[in-house]
């Protein structure tokens, strides 16, 4: 058996190989670390190109703290560079902050959020929602603020 890793954009070479009947088994994990495995039989010469798309290309990772007090750090991962809008919604649907809408880079990135709305005044106990936009997706998530 052969074994290797991909590199940043998710590529691999395998040594020469010579031309037969061949399985190919990818293991992979997702960004929340749950595993994948997909099986690819071949009879082509090489070169063989594979692509392998994982469910999320882009994850919302997680709110932590949730519940808070005063500030919780909010974390999502891209697979590749996209533009993101992270905002904050109280539960009649208003918008109270915008932590981020702008252009991002590949890897993982940590926002914080103070409990505050974009005119810095400290919001209330209660429920909140935080909406994370990447590559056409749209996640919401709910944020419990405690004082």
């Known amino acids: 058996p052969l074994s290797t890793r991909t590199d940043q954009e998710g590529a ?3 040594p020469a190989v010579p031309v037969g ?3 190919l088994e990818v293991e ?3 960004f ?3 595993p994948t495995e997909i099986d690819v039989t071949t009879e082509d010469s090489p070169p063989v190109s594979l692509e392998v798309v994982p469910q999320f290309a882009t994850e919302q990772l997680r709110a932590m703290p949730n519940p808070f007090r005063e ?3 909010l974390t999502y991962r891209l697979a590749g560079s996209s533009h993101v809008s992270v905002a904050i919604f109280d539960t009649a649907g208003r918008q109270v902050r915008k932590l981020v809408d702008d252009d991002r ?3 993982t990135h940590t926002l914080r959020w103070d409990g505050r709305d ?3 005044r400290r919001l209330p106990q209660g429920i909140y929602y935080q909406r994370f936009a990447a590559d056409g997706k ?3 998530q709910r944020l419990v603020v405690l004082r």
């Open 32 to 34: 929340t670390g749950n």
């Open 71 to 73: 500030e919780t750090s």
């Open 21 to 23: 009947h061949y399985v």
């Open 118 to 120: 974009d005119d810095g």
């Open 28 to 30: 992979m994990e997702d």
């Open 105 to 107: 880079n590949v890897g």
């Open 12 to 14: 691999f070479e395998l």
């Open 138 to 140: 749209e996640r919401i």
